[in-house]
């Protein structure tokens, strides 16, 4: 082959390539996962959701952040592992005793366990009280690895700044806003 032809065979390779990159017509590009941002009184935490490992688990809080059902909320669980929040409850300091144990709001209505997400630091999940399907607006954040959790939760999200806040977490900490971008 000449070096016309090799380069010719090079041009159309390249070409195709490049075709295959593209999108196609009318074809939205997928879009990036959301992160959630949590402005505590410590600092600010933010998690990067992860949709395509727990779509309708990440929908879930996504609307309820889109509500404000966060604002407000007072960390319920802190402990060497991780951190809890998510429970209306503990807007009232006064029924401390019950915090973590109130379902105000539906649950997500499936199990969205992965193999490949495991609970390592940084990990978020969704708390229940026996069935994950059963899950709903209480959500850990793992402070340490436990692989004893794993198969049991669902993991929608991996905390991308913020960690040396999620540390400092007490009971009892308010978290002031929790946003989308």
Known sequence: MTGRGILGV???VVLAGVGLAWPVSG?????????????TAKGVIEVELLRGDAPKSVDYI?????????RGLRFHRAE???VQLGDAASRDVSKKAWWGR?????TVGVAEISRKLVHVRGMVGLAHSGNPAFAHSQ??????SDMSLNGKYTLF???RSGMAVVDTLQVGDILKQATIK
């Open 10 to 12: 090079v041009v159309i």
């Open 27 to 39: 074809q939205a590009p997928p879009a990036a996962n959301p992160i959630l941002v949590l402005d």
């Open 62 to 70: 996504v609307a309820l952040v889109q509500k404000n059902f966060y």
């Open 80 to 82: 060497r592992a991780l």
């Open 102 to 106: 109130s379902v105000h709001t539906p």
């Open 139 to 144: 959500f850990y954040i793992m402070k340490a």
């Open 157 to 159: 999200g991996r905390v």
